[in-house]
Structures are given as C-alpha cells and as structure tokens.
C-alpha cells in the first residue's frame, strides 16, 4: 500500500514540475557556435614589447629574454587563434640531461613542486635537456594586456623559488 502511494505521490510531483526540470526532450539542441578567437601571436609579442620583452620568431612562437629581480630568463610565447589558446614557457628554470645521475631525484621533486603550484607547471624538455615552467590559458573570452602581464608576473615570481628547489634536489 505504501508503495503505491509513494509511486502516486512522486507522479503527482513529476507532472507539477516545470518544463526545465522533466528531464530531456525530443527536441534536438542547437550545435555549439565555433569559438572565433581574436588573440594570435602579433597581439602577444605586442603586449611583450610593452614590458620591454623584445624577440626573435621561432617555430613555436616567439623567443625572447625577460629580466626579473635581476635574474634571466629565456622565455616562449606563442598563441593559438585555432585553438584559442595562449602558452607562456620559461625556458632554463634548471639543467637536467637524460643521462644525468640525479634525473630521477630531480623529477621526483618536480612533481612534487607541480602538485603545488597555483598556476603553471614544470616540464622537462628531454632533447634540450631543461626543466621549464610554463602555463596555457584559453583565450576564447580574449586576452587583456592586463591579463597577459598578471600570468607573466605570476610565473616570474615563482620561477627563482622553484629553480632554488629543483637545483637543491640534485
């Protein structure tokens, strides 16, 4: 007996609901609008020339050098209209050759500074032989110079700590 008035009961509700909450239909949706990306490589090497980044085409984007807090680095940019993406990469954080002794001490510590990182990650680049930092963003909603500058600062700032790490690992 009370199977069947919970079974009335939950009909009674269903057939109260509104039409957002019964569930799918037989009418098919719209497809999903392409995403058309405005961001390329001339916006981003545009907003680097701002912060006095000045560099060289590559195939991959655009090398360049940047100073912070007295210290160097080589860095990558590129961005993806296709795809909507923006990459930032800096490129020498630590030397680690695959035939190095410590390799495996070195990337056990990589992963565990990646696991945690707020924004970025390390990736060790086997054929150059370097451990990089480096962070992808969708640029679908576009790309402020302001934001470009905020992921720079943040992977800058904590590129000297985790080279200090990785190069005390070994």
């Known amino acids: 007996m009370r199977a069947i008035v919970a079974i009335l009961a939950l009909s009674a ?16 949706s719209p497809a999903p609008q392409a995403a058309i990306c405005t961001v390329d490589l001339e916006l981003v090497k ?16 655009m090398l360049g050098r940047v100073v912070f807090d007295g210290r160097t680095f080589d860095l990558l940019l590129s961005a993806d209209p296709a795809a909507c993406l923006c990459y930032l990469a800096l490129l020498d954080l630590c030397e680690l050759k695959a035939d190095d ?60 700590p985790l080279r200090s790490e990785l190069k005390s690992a070994r």
């Open 13 to 28: 509700l269903l057939s109260a609901a509104p039409a957002s909450m019964a569930g799918p239909t037989t009418a098919t």
């Open 46 to 61: 545009g907003y680097a020339a701002r912060l006095g980044i000045i560099g060289q085409a590559s195939e991959s984007g």
């Open 101 to 160: 002794p410590k390799r495996a001490v070195v990337l056990q510590r990589a992963m565990e500074l990646n696991y945690e990182l707020a924004m970025g990650k390390l990736e060790w680049d086997r054929k150059a032989g370097t451990i990089r930092l480096s962070h992808s963003f969708s640029t679908e909603s576009g790309l402020s110079y302001e934001q470009f500058r905020g992921v720079l600062l943040t992977l800058l700032s904590a590129a000297q």
